[in-house]
């Protein structure tokens, strides 16, 4: 008896169903052992790090209310009570923490006048590479202040003069360093246009701004965009 093609095309599907399930089946005798263990190895991963944002969440939570202690400590004059969480913060994982509780403890010893260790911690801060890069630069001019008695000029600017730029900003606080050691250096035309530099850019703070226009002006140097010193200029102190 002949074969319809409808029969035809219904018996080459079900064996193609067949080969379908035979392939499968084959695969996971073969595989599956290994399918359902880099299952649970990602559920395993996935769950890891679930826990490990909860305990970084914790953590950071418990870090800032130390944080919080240590000032409203230093607001009331109890400078010895902020010492050991600013120790411990200043060891912390987060970047963020530990810069800030650095910067405090430089600030704390450059009020007790220990100068070289306050560098110290400026420093660390300023080549923590994990340090957000406005922290480093904050962090590389405090320590250059701190310092500037002790550095050769040139240093200075070397050190800054990258951060001397216009719209840049820490024109307005590298720039009058570098200035100041151009001065050491005798670079008095330089430093007029430094000045000038700083008086010029709309983004520097305003004092800064005014401080800067009296000091081009008196070395000669225009500071382009700047046509006169802002009107309560004779007040600045």
């Given at each position: 008896m002949?074969v ?6 219904a018996?080459?599907r ?7 399930r035979?392939r499968?089946a ?6 599956g052992?290994?399918?359902l263990?880099?299952i ?5 991963a996935?769950?890891?790090?679930l ?9 950071a ?7 919080q202690?240590a ?6 004059g109890n ?6 969480p ?10 963020g923490?530990r810069a800030?509780a650095t910067?405090?403890q430089?600030d704390?010893?450059l009020?007790k006048?220990d ?9 660390s801060?300023?080549g923590?590479?994990?340090?957000a890069?406005p922290?480093r ?10 310092e500037?008695?002790?550095l ?8 800054l ?5 216009p719209?840049?900003?820490w024109?307005?606080s590298a ?7 151009y ?7 330089d430093?007029g246009?430094?000045f000038?530099r700083i008086a ?13 226009v009296?000091?081009a002006?008196?070395m000669n140097a ?16």
């Amino acid at each position: 008896m002949a074969v319809t093609p409808a029969n035809n095309e219904a018996f080459f599907r079900e064996v193609d169903e067949e080969l379908r399930r035979d392939r499968a089946a084959r695969f996971w005798r073969q595989w599956g052992l290994w399918v359902l263990v880099a299952i649970v190895v990602g559920l395993a991963a996935f769950g890891g790090w679930l826990y490990w944002q909860h305990r970084r969440t914790v953590a950071a939570g418990v870090e800032g209310e130390q944080l919080q202690s240590a000032y409203q400590s230093l607001a009331a004059g109890n400078t010895a009570a902020a010492g050991a969480p600013l120790s411990t913060l200043a060891q912390s994982r987060n970047a963020g923490y530990r810069a800030l509780a650095t910067f405090t403890q430089a600030d704390i010893l450059l009020e007790k006048k220990d100068t070289k260790g306050a560098i110290a911690k400026f420093a660390s801060v300023a080549g923590d590479a994990a340090v957000a890069q406005p922290f480093r630069d904050l962090a590389l001019i405090r320590q250059t202040v701190a310092e500037f008695d002790a550095l050769k000029p040139q240093v200075v600017v070397d050190r800054l003069r990258p951060l001397a730029v216009p719209g840049g900003a820490w024109l307005g606080s590298a720039g009058e360093l570098v200035a100041a050691a151009y001065l050491k250096m005798g670079r008095r035309a330089d430093a007029g246009q430094m000045f000038a530099r700083i008086a010029a850019d709309s983004n520097v703070p305003e004092t800064l701004r005014q401080r800067a226009v009296q000091m081009a002006s008196a070395m000669n140097a225009r500071a382009s965009g700047t046509a006169a010193a802002p009107a309560n200029q004779g007040t600045t102190r």
